[in-house]
């Protein structure tokens, strides 16, 4: 899926504090998980010229898992016409603003929480500095490029085992004006098992209080 030759990618990386310090990354591709109803709306974004601080990512978990602090990213790729590749990756920031939460959609349903990210302002001006490098000119028109959102590192309130634990991202930018659905339940447990079958996701997220703030 191309949204104005770039691929628009919802990742999810769980890294789990495993006693071997174990890295365990699900790669879960937008094509195949987005739904049907919101490609028109991600059609619209050019994500060399979209407003970067108009940018909001939700993510929606059960209320029990709750993402660390620096753990939910963007990265932006650019694929020069010429071969190469050139990335960058920004830690979003967790929106605070008590008026824009008071105004947010109600996405998230009973029994989960949703957070809402941004990029923070000298991310911002990084990556509008990268966009002009990369995409800007004739003499970048032939270039593309990739832009993902990974959740990564989050930690667990009380014993998850036998629950499911399922994820739903939302994405906003300055095209779309509200809230697209990128993923919905998304099932990390599923996902880990796929990728390893001897990992209980559900035991090996640590809890919260074995994390540094």
């Known amino acids: 899926m191309n949204v104005k030759d770039f691929q628009l990618i919802p990742r999810i990386l769980m890294r789990l504090a495993l006693p071997a310090g174990l890295l365990l990354a699900g790669f879960l591709s937008a094509c195949g998980h987005i739904p049907l109803t919101s490609l028109p709306k991600l059609a619209k974004i050019d994500v060399r010229t979209t407003d970067l601080a108009q940018l909001r990512a939700g993510i929606s978990l059960p209320?029990?898992?709750?993402?660390?602090?620096?753990?939910?990213?963007?990265?932006?790729?650019?694929?020069?016409?010429?071969?190469?590749?050139?990335?960058?990756?920004?830690?979003?920031?967790?929106?605070?603003?008590?008026?824009?939460?008071?105004?947010?959609?109600?996405?998230?349903?009973?029994?989960?929480?949703?957070?809402?990210?941004?990029?923070?302002?000298?991310?911002?001006?990084?990556?509008?500095?990268?966009?002009?490098?990369m995409f800007a000119g004739p003499q970048n028109s032939g270039n593309r490029g990739s832009l993902s959102l990974g959740a990564d590192k989050a930690c667990r309130l009380g014993d998850l085992s036998g629950k499911p634990i399922a994820m739903s991202g939302y994405l906003r930018t300055s095209e779309t004006q509200d809230y697209v659905l990128m993923m919905r339940n998304f099932d990390l447990i599923e996902a880990v098992r796929a990728i390893d079958p001897k990992i209980d996701l559900a035991t090996a997220i640590p809890p919260c209080e074995a994390t540094p703030e």
């Open 63 to 133: 209320s029990d898992i709750r993402p660390l602090p620096g753990g939910v990213t963007m990265t932006i790729v650019a694929l020069p016409r010429d071969g190469g590749r050139h990335e960058r990756k920004i830690v979003l920031e967790e929106v605070r603003n008590a008026v824009e939460l008071a105004n947010l959609p109600a996405l998230a349903e009973p029994g989960r929480r949703l957070t809402l990210f941004k990029l923070g302002a000298a991310d911002i001006a990084r990556i509008g500095t990268f966009r002009q490098e």
